[in-house]
């Protein structure tokens, strides 16, 4: 089983929400992430987490939250987020230290209203 | 220096004709470095990946040519097919010190296959 899966498929929300985005995977990975991406433009990373400690964060505006809870489960918490905001959401998981190959969900598509 | 820059920005080949897709990157502390293939509406998926110890990797219909002492490398996909129009992003990997992967991505190729 090679899957990433990401809850919602979609989400709608206003500037003063908060909200959450839920990525699982069931492949033993120990290396999860976080990437977000515009349209026609490729996915740019921003958070790398790696035996459930968070490894990097690529200068992320704290309106954006992660948290891995155990190693299958990886969120992402949005509060007050801005219009400039509104993306597709990837997560992707990985072994770790032994292998780069990273299997990414299907993504959340965030709208900010 | 943690660029990576891809051509062309898109491409339209012929049925059963060859797709060339290229990358440069300028830091090498990268040591692995994947192709992944994105249909419109969902997540990029990994098609084929390489190590720079390696010149050349074959997988299919797929190939990568890599040069290290240029930083560069291609994508060749052979006997190209509809169903391969999709969005190609080459990539370029580095093992964190404290775990995981950080991966730069190419700009990407629109590639368009003609019937």
């Known amino acids: 089983d090679t899957e990433v899966t990401q809850t919602p498929k979609h989400l709608v929300m206003g500037m003063t929400n908060k909200k959450s985005l839920k990525c699982e995977q069931h492949?033993?990975?120990?290396?999860m992430y976080w990437y977000k991406q515009k349209a026609k433009k490729p996915p740019e990373l921003m958070f790398v987490?790696?035996?459930?400690?968070?490894?990097i964060n690529e200068s992320v505006p704290s309106r954006f939250s992660p948290e891995c809870p155990n190693s299958s489960l990886l969120n992402l918490h949005l509060h007050a987020l801005q219009p400039e905001d509104s993306a597709l959401y990837l997560c992707?998981?990985?072994?770790?230290?032994?292998?780069?190959?990273?299997?990414f969900g299907p993504g959340t598509r965030l709208t900010v209203t | 220096q943690q660029q990576v820059k891809q051509s062309p920005q898109s491409l339209i080949v012929q049925k059963g004709g060859i797709s060339i897709i290229n990358c440069a990157y300028e830091?090498?502390?990268?040591?692995?470095f994947p192709w992944y293939q994105q249909f419109p509406g969902k997540g990029p998926a990994l098609l084929i990946a390489?190590?720079?110890?390696?010149s050349e990797k074959k997988e299919g219909r797929f190939t990568i040519s890599f040069n290290k002492s240029a930083k560069q490398f291609s994508l060749h996909i052979m006997d190209s097919q509809p169903g391969d129009s999709a969005t190609y992003f080459c990539?370029?990997?580095?093992?964190?010190?404290?775990?995981?992967?950080?991966?730069?991505f190419g700009a990407g190729t629109r590639l368009f296959v003609k019937a």
């Open positions: 992707a998981s990985s072994q770790g230290y032994r292998s780069g190959e990273q299997y």
């Open positions: 492949m033993g990975h120990r290396a």
């Open positions: 987490y790696s035996y459930e400690k968070l490894s």
């Open positions: 830091n090498t502390a990268f040591d692995y």
């Open positions: 390489i190590r720079p110890d390696v």
């Open positions: 990539a370029a990997s580095m093992l964190l010190r404290t775990g995981g992967f950080k991966t730069i």
